[in-house]
């Protein structure tokens, strides 16, 4: 599905002013003339800006506002779109229970078998991944991953 790329600026606007509007609530750094606030206003102003040039450009051609892809006309197409959605919302459900390291597991393997990956590579992709990213942001970056049953039972705690 594509949308006119009015619509898309439009979208990026609206999320800019949202984020502009957000930058509010930060607090103030006391003897600064600039805070926490500075740096999200200007990638908000940035966002505005593309926004605009999508928005200007869209307006001038002419494209349908709303083109679905050959594929989204058949209920696959629309599985394919929900795939990753559906993971997500698998994490958020099983992470605390299950841990970090089996949930990213299943995710990564699920969304590879469902990409046409044969389910040995899928499965090893889906391992080496999950331990990859546990190490980097669980170690180096020290970013507290849902342990789960897993880790419990693997390091006793």
């Known amino acids: 599905m594509r949308l006119h790329d009015t619509l898309l600026g439009a979208l990026l606007l609206a999320f800019a002013a949202a984020l502009i509007g957000y930058t ?20 908000a102003l940035g966002i505005a800006a593309c926004g605009l040039v999508i928005a ?9 506002w709303v083109d679905l892809h050959p594929l989204l006309r058949r209920p696959q ?12 919302v698998f994490y ?20 590879c078998a469902w990409l046409g990956v044969r389910w040995w590579a899928a499965l090893l992709t889906g391992v ?6 546990q190490w980097f942001f669980g170690s180096l970056m020290r970013v ?4 789960g ?3 419990q039972l693997v390091a006793g705690g």
């Open 149 to 151: 049953w897993f880790m």
């Open 92 to 111: 958020l459900a099983f992470a605390e229970r299950l841990g970090f390291l089996p949930t990213a597991t299943v995710v990564v393997a699920a969304l």
């Open 144 to 147: 507290p991953l849902p342990r």
């Open 77 to 88: 197409g629309w599985l394919a779109l929900g795939a990753m959605p559906l993971a997500i």
């Open 128 to 133: 080496v991944a999950a331990g990859v990213v």
């Open 24 to 43: 509010f609530t930060f607090p103030d750094m006391p003897g600064q003339k600039y805070g926490p606030a500075l740096f999200p206003r200007l990638i």
């Open 56 to 64: 200007a450009r869209g307006w001038r051609s002419g494209a349908p």
